[in-house]
């Protein structure tokens, strides 16, 4: 896993620069351009989008592009096997959340990821939630990425399709990390199509190869020319069949149910900025809208960036929201989500009451502020998740400034491994969105309620954070990041970044990340934070887990005095920000 790898990675990677497809490692100045900017995981995709923007599309035709061709350049994660969320904001000010969540099969059940003694089937069941058939959601990103595009793109789905078709029939350089991610994958091998297709039946593809994917050109091809096939006609039949086949749920009927949702997005203001953010099925925007909303009233440039003072407050912050989030969040459409209270300015200043400036606060004896509904609906019993942290992000604005924040995903890196047979695209394993089983802390200690309990027709829980800022009524940022629960506080660390500590958008993105989900009761941090800033948080109570880096932040700022377009894309990873 990426979070995991050491600085060697990237020196090597330097090393073979030139020789390979690869971006330039941790970029320390955004790139600018006048006009329009992509910024993606991979130069690649984000070159699709850019040629979508230069021959007269709009942010949207850029997007879906963009989206397309991360299926075949980013098969961890870009895909049109899972699902997203993708968040529109025109130049007029009119905002779009068009949610394509995966979705539950209907012949999904509260306790299907339990054995007989009712203990969630580890990872090497074949009924498992995360690898394997079982695991596998309706897919929503064919269907979102359509819609997007018959609703507010300009141009057709042909020529928005077109990069990805030509880059998975001829083929593009691997770079070093892809290379490593297909052969390291420790499950891939276990499904004979992904063995032959990612694998190359053990003989593995080594950096600079030339990566073809005839199978999914073929897919590509097919959807461009009719993109409901993969809902309601011949494809829709082929992907029941590779999945029943295999011991899956998702049947053509299940298929053939699937529905994008438009949703109003959520928003909220900080420190006079306007901020948008992704509604349920995400926890992310209320997640986020309530964290700056607990730290709007504190003065944390004062405090200094990435000062122990500052990483305190920001954590207790964090914990609370991530409280929160355990106990409420879900699918809208199944349970009633107190979001008007959870973003409410009012109850912010009752949390930020509970925080004490010198000292860690511990998670279990956090006390909710009584406040509204909150104190009813909290009755409710935990339940606990891991949540993986491999998605992808990316970001577009173009020459008009309309703006397009889409986070998509597989869930886990590669999704279940299942790759749909004679397709040659990778499945979701989204279906371990859902809590499995109540009151037993996971692998990533995550804590969620019975608003995300397995059940027929319902999208999990996700955490993707696409969002926009926008300040007197321009657009000021385009944001989002990979990294499951991750992903909120990432968002969080680059808006605060540039709105407390006046970071402009790739030192935001650069700096240091540090994370609590209340539980487990500890502070995640970059392992670039200072030690002496580290050994003040751990005198003031905070038990410290320190990991080398995660998340991808792809993101934008449009600078408010001449209106360039500022990419960043993460160092962390192999991105690329590209503009005219
Ligand atoms: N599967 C990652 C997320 O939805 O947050």
Redesign the pocket.
């Known amino acids: 896993m990426r979070i995991q790898r050491s600085l060697i990675r990237l020196l090597i990677l330097c090393s073979l620069c030139g020789l390979i497809a690869s971006a330039d490692a941790a970029p320390l100045r955004p790139t600018h351009a006048p006009h329009a900017m992509v910024a993606s995981v991979h130069e690649l995709a984000s070159r699709a989008g850019l040629e979508m923007l230069r021959s007269g599309g709009n942010a949207v035709d850029a997007a879906v592009a963009t989206g397309f061709a991360l299926a075949v350049v980013y098969p961890q994660a870009g895909n049109i096997g899972g699902g997203g969320f993708l968040l529109l904001r025109n130049a007029n000010g009119e905002t779009h959340f068009i949610d394509f969540?995966e979705k539950a099969p209907a012949a999904a059940t509260e306790n299907m990821y339990l054995d007989a003694q009712g203990n969630v089937l580890p990872e090497s069941s074949k009924d498992s939630s995360v690898v394997g058939y079982k695991a596998i959601g309706v897919p929503g990103t064919v269907a979102g990425l359509v819609y997007a595009e018959k609703q507010y793109g300009k141009l057709t789905i042909e020529k928005v399709m077109a990069p990805a078709i030509k880059l998975a029939r001829d083929g593009f350089s691997l770079a070093y990390d892809d290379a490593q991610d297909f052969k390291e994958d420790e499950h891939l091998a276990q499904f004979s199509e992904s063995r032959r297709i990612f694998q190359r039946d053990g003989n593995y593809y080594q950096p600079g190869d030339l990566f073809k994917q005839p199978e999914l050109a073929r897919t590509l091809e097919r959807l461009a020319k009719d993109p409901d096939t993969f809902y309601h006609g011949a494809m829709a039949r082929e992907l029941a069949v590779a999945i029943q086949k295999g011991g899956g749920l998702v049947t053509a009927a299940d298929l053939a149910a699937y529905e994008v949702k438009e949703r109003e997005p959520i928003r909220g203001s900080y420190r006079g900025y306007d901020v948008i953010s992704a509604p349920p099925p995400?926890s992310?925007g209320v997640a986020l809208i309530e964290i700056l909303n607990i730290l709007e009233g504190f003065d944390l440039a004062k405090l200094g960036n990435r000062s122990a003072a500052a990483i305190h407050l920001e954590a207790e912050a964090f914990r609370r929201a991530f409280y929160d989030r355990a106990d409420f969040l879900g699918d809208p459409d199944f349970a009633k989500i107190p979001v008007a209270q959870l973003i409410d300015k009012k109850y912010a200043a009752a949390w930020r009451d509970s925080i004490d400036p010198n000292r860690a606060s511990v998670s279990k004896d956090l006390k909710r502020p009584s406040f509204g509904e909150l104190e009813r609906v909290a009755q409710s019993r935990p339940v606990p998740n891991r949540?993986?942290q491999n998605?992808t992000h990316f970001s577009v604005v173009d020459a008009e400034g309309n703006a397009v924040s889409l986070t998509t995903?597989l869930?886990d890196s590669f999704g279940s491994r299942v790759t749909a047979s004679g397709l040659g695209f990778l499945l979701n394993d989204?279906m371990d969105?859902f809590a499995a089983k109540q009151g037993v802390p996971n692998v990533y200690g995550l804590i969620q309620g019975p608003a995300n309990a397995v059940g027929a027709g319902k999208r999990?829980l996700?955490?993707?954070t696409p969002t926009i800022v926008v300040k007197d009524g321009k657009l000021f940022l385009v944001l989002g990041s990979p990294g499951?629960p991750t992903?909120i506080t990432t968002v969080a660390n680059v808006l605060i970044g540039v709105v407390d500590f006046s970071l402009d958008i790739q030192e935001a993105v650069n700096a240091p990340r540090f994370h609590n989900q209340w539980l487990p009761d500890e502070i995640l941090v970059e392992d670039r934070v200072s030690p002496d800033t580290m050994n003040v948080l751990r005198s003031d109570g905070y038990k410290l887990r320190v990991e080398h880096f995660w998340g991808d932040g792809e993101c934008i700022m449009v600078d408010p005095k001449t209106g360039e377009r500022l990419g960043a894309s993460d160092g962390r990873n192999n991105g690329k920000a590209v503009g005219y």
Request: aromatic letters at 0%.
């Open positions: 969540r995400s992310g949540e993986p998605t995903t869930n989204e969105d999990p996700s955490a993707m499951g992903i």
